[in-house]
């Protein structure tokens, strides 16, 4: 029973144009969401996180938006940079642990 | 050490042979946790420990899996009599206790095990 889904699988953008990640998720008592970069043969590294009393939070390039009534949340990247190519992965919590999707992998064309 | 250390970094092995994964966690944290990505899937969530106690292994896939954790640091994932449907990169983060709405749970490289 997957609680966080990410439907697109891959994402290709030309360099300097934005991003855009998209991740549905079923368990309203989720508080926290977050997005975490992977890039092959490395551990995922976090990249940024907003509460679910929020709707939206900015860090550099990376802005992550939450609409709590549609259970959606959605990173954007501007502009995306080549060193962005990645596996992007959504999560999720309530307590203790995450919950993730099944990542987005994002390719940037120069 | 600086960040979560997991060995060995790759493993290959036959269908039907006990393996053994090792996690050193970053000094301090109390949390650890175990997560598995199949070819394709996402991370899968296997189990958690605070402290030596695990008191969520709902993520297991069958009795072939266990865990342990000791004096708070390392921990061990073990698969007995391993099969095909095993192989995946096997993920271990730590965290503080309250770290992880916060972004501050910390993996390691992984594991990657391939059964023959």
């Known amino acids: 029973d997957q609680q966080v889904k990410q439907n697109s699988p891959s994402l290709s953008v030309q360099e300097g144009r934005i991003s855009i990640l998209n991740c549905d998720y079923t368990n309203s008592m989720f508080d926290y969401f977050l997005w975490y970069k992977k890039y092959p043969a490395e551990g995922p590294t976090f990249l940024i996180s907003?509460?679910?009393?929020?709707d939206k939070n900015e860090d550099g390039r990376f802005t992550v938006f939450l609409n709590k009534s549609a259970k959606h949340l959605s990173l954007h990247i501007v502009p995306s940079q080549p060193g962005d190519s990645a596996v992007y992965f959504c999560a999720a919590t309530d307590d203790y642990k995450l919950s993730f999707g099944a990542g987005t992998t994002v390719t940037v064309r120069a | 050490g600086a960040g979560v250390s997991q060995s060995p970094s790759n493993k290959v092995t036959e269908k039907g042979k006990d393996v053994e994964l090792r996690c050193d966690p970053i000094s301090g944290h109390t949390a650890l946790y175990w997560y598995r990505q199949s070819l394709g899937q996402g991370l899968e969530f296997l189990i958690y420990?605070?402290?030596?106690?695990?008191?969520?292994k709902s993520g297991l896939p069958s009795d072939r899996f266990s865990a342990e954790r000791t004096g708070g640091s390392v921990s061990t994932l073990t698969i007995q009599r391993t099969q095909q449907e095993d192989s995946a990169v096997y993920l271990c983060?730590?965290?503080?206790?309250?770290?992880?709405?916060?972004?501050?749970?910390?993996f390691g490289e992984g594991s990657r095990l391939t059964v023959l």
């Open positions: 420990f605070q402290g030596n106690s695990a008191p969520d």
């Open positions: 907003i509460s679910s009393i929020k």
């Open positions: 983060a730590s965290s503080s206790r309250t770290g992880v709405r916060t972004g501050e749970l910390f």
